[in-house]
């Protein structure tokens, strides 16, 4: 009997007796991505090609990147670092 009573409350209210109220996970997902996304679809990428796709920088200038990224940028910092360390903490010794 227990049985049916359950199925007729499924029926009736459209949740289970032990956990009414309780929506399930694709009810939430859809509803979490309405809420993140204001109901709009994402971009589609099989939609047209992007005009940009040419790669403007020669190899001169690609080096010329590298150079500074990863040389001269790091360097300053180090530079700067010691320079802040040596001002605030001037009994500061690394041995």
Not at 29 to 47: D, Q
Not at 52 to 81: C, H, S, T, Y
Not at 87 to 95: E, K
Request: proline letters at 5%; charged letters at 20%.
């Amino acid at each position: 009997m227990s049985g049916n009573v359950s199925y007729a409350f499924v029926e009736k209210h459209g949740g289970s007796p032990e956990g009414f109220g309780v929506q399930n996970a694709s009810f939430i997902i859809a509803r979490m991505f309405r809420w993140f996304s204001s109901g709009e679809y994402p971009y589609s990428p099989n939609g047209e090609k992007a005009k940009d796709r040419v790669i403007k920088v020669g190899r001169k200038e690609i080096n010329w990147q590298k150079l500074v990224f990863f040389a001269m940028l790091p360097a300053i910092i180090i530079v700067l670092g010691t320079i802040v360390l040596y001002v605030f903490y001037p009994n500061f010794r690394v041995l």
